[in-house]
């Protein structure tokens, strides 16, 4: 019986484990603790917000690059302040 109960508990425990919550401008968020990352993927640009405690945090002063891999070559996306809201770089079309 107990093992049941385990194996219940693991598989509701899963999907929960890999659920990606959206962030306040549609992106993908990665962090903890309120601190947060939140990458907006377009097919012309890549924009990042930094999220603290919920709120959009200043990019003033923020430097940070964008490391793409694909087809087995790397290319880096400088991200750039834009407003003093968001990091932003533009993708190149292959």
Do not use: W
């Amino acid at each position: 019986m107990k093992f049941v109960l385990a194996l219940l508990f693991t598989l509701l425990l899963i999907p929960a484990a890999y659920a990606q919550k959206a962030g306040p401008n549609g992106g993908m968020l990665a962090g903890k603790g309120g601190h947060e990352l939140e990458l907006v993927v377009t097919a012309k640009d890549l924009t990042v917000y930094i999220i603290d405690h919920g709120k959009v945090h200043g990019t003033k002063g923020v430097s940070l690059r964008a490391v793409i891999q694909q087809g087995g070559k790397s290319t880096t996306i400088p991200l750039v302040d834009v407003g003093g809201t968001k990091l932003s770089g533009e993708l190149k079309q292959r």
